[in-house]
């Protein structure tokens, strides 16, 4: 009797042991699984940046998100070629719009620009530095008055303001030429500008507006003028304040500053 006791008593304690063991097995198991997960998490949000710093891959996802996402009316976006990455800065070569008609409207042979991750993936552009050089724009006045250039772009139809914030720290743009024809036509109905040359900083919008125009300086022959004029603007805005720090226009006929 005390011999069959003492099994049982025995038994129990191996099937207590065994439970235990098994316990502790599934614990192990679950806490395995908690730290391997992050890790490939990890891991494939790392091989998916490599992947999209590899310039093949960044031009045809690019060029995919051209056609696909093209939101203009009447004209259509395209690059040459888009390289870079998230990590090492984005570079466009010869980014262009063009009508349906086949008249090129904007034409950037090269811009970059460097864009942070984190900021992103809470829906907020936050641009380090962007640095446009060379653009040639073209615009025709039309018969209502509007311009070509302005009405391929889509109307806002809303009143509420945008919940996407866009930032940018630095932004320049050097070497540009812009053409203005007016509805007038014949051969003084030109706007002629050139040189100009553009730096701006603490570019914010979405929560409010405001950007510091630290310079703005080109050249410039009005329409049926042969007199060239030279410009240079620096001002503030900020929501609907502007505060101008300085103007000059000078020309052979005007010294204005």
Same mark, same amino acid.
């Given at each position: 009797?005390? %011999?069959?006791?003492?099994?049982?008593?025995?038994?129990?304690?191996?099937?207590?042991?065994? %439970?235990?063991?098994?316990?502790?097995?599934?614990?192990?198991?679950?806490?395995?699984?908690?730290?391997?997960?992050?890790?490939?998490?990890?891991?494939?949000?790392?091989?998916?940046?490599?992947?999209?710093?590899?310039?093949?891959?960044?031009?045809?996802?690019?060029?995919?998100?051209?056609?696909?996402?093209?939101?203009?009316?009447?004209?259509?976006?395209?690059?040459?070629?888009?390289?870079?990455?998230?990590?090492?800065?984005?570079?466009?070569?010869?980014?262009?719009?063009?009508?349906?008609?086949?008249?090129?409207?904007?034409?950037?042979?090269?811009?970059?620009?460097?864009?942070?991750?984190?900021?992103?993936?809470?829906?907020?552009?936050?641009?380090?530095?962007?640095?446009?050089?060379?653009?040639?724009?073209?615009?025709?006045?039309?018969?209502?008055?509007?311009?070509?250039?302005?009405?391929?772009?889509?109307?806002?139809?809303?009143?509420?303001?945008?919940?996407?914030?866009?930032?940018?720290?630095?932004?320049?743009?050097?070497?540009?030429?812009?053409?203005?024809?007016?509805?007038?036509?014949?051969?003084?109905?030109?706007?002629?500008?050139?040189?100009?040359?553009?730096?701006?900083?603490?570019?914010?919008?979405?929560?409010?507006?405001?950007?510091?125009?630290?310079?703005?300086?080109?050249?410039?022959?009005?329409?049926?003028?042969?007199?060239?004029? %030279?410009?240079?603007?620096?001002?503030?805005?900020?929501?609907?304040?502007?505060?101008?720090?300085?103007?000059?226009?000078?020309?052979?006929?005007?010294?204005?500053?």
């Amino acid at each position: 009797m005390g %011999k069959a006791s003492n099994e049982h008593i025995v038994g129990q304690g191996q099937h207590g042991e065994s %439970k235990g063991t098994r316990r502790t097995s599934v614990l192990k198991r679950i806490a395995r699984i908690l730290v391997v997960i992050p890790i490939g998490l990890i891991i494939f949000a790392v091989c998916l940046l490599l992947a999209l710093e590899i310039d093949p891959v960044v031009n045809a996802t690019a060029q995919w998100a051209l056609n696909r996402f093209d939101p203009l009316q009447g004209a259509s976006m395209t690059a040459e070629e888009v390289r870079g990455g998230l990590l090492s800065g984005l570079v466009v070569d010869d980014f262009r719009i063009t009508s349906d008609s086949d008249r090129e409207m904007v034409r950037i042979p090269s811009a970059e620009a460097s864009i942070r991750l984190v900021p992103l993936l809470r829906s907020r552009v936050s641009v380090g530095h962007l640095r446009i050089r060379e653009p040639v724009v073209r615009m025709r006045q039309l018969a209502d008055s509007t311009w070509d250039l302005v009405n391929v772009f889509p109307a806002d139809t809303t009143d509420a303001p945008s919940s996407t914030v866009v930032s940018i720290d630095e932004a320049s743009l050097s070497g540009g030429k812009a053409e203005m024809t007016f509805q007038s036509g014949g051969p003084d109905s030109t706007m002629n500008a050139w040189a100009l040359n553009m730096a701006v900083s603490d570019f914010r919008t979405g929560d409010g507006f405001r950007a510091d125009l630290d310079s703005l300086s080109l050249r410039f022959r009005p329409a049926g003028a042969s007199d060239t004029v %030279k410009a240079f603007l620096g001002l503030r805005f900020e929501d609907r304040r502007l505060d101008l720090h300085r103007l000059d226009l000078r020309s052979a006929l005007s010294d204005v500053s």
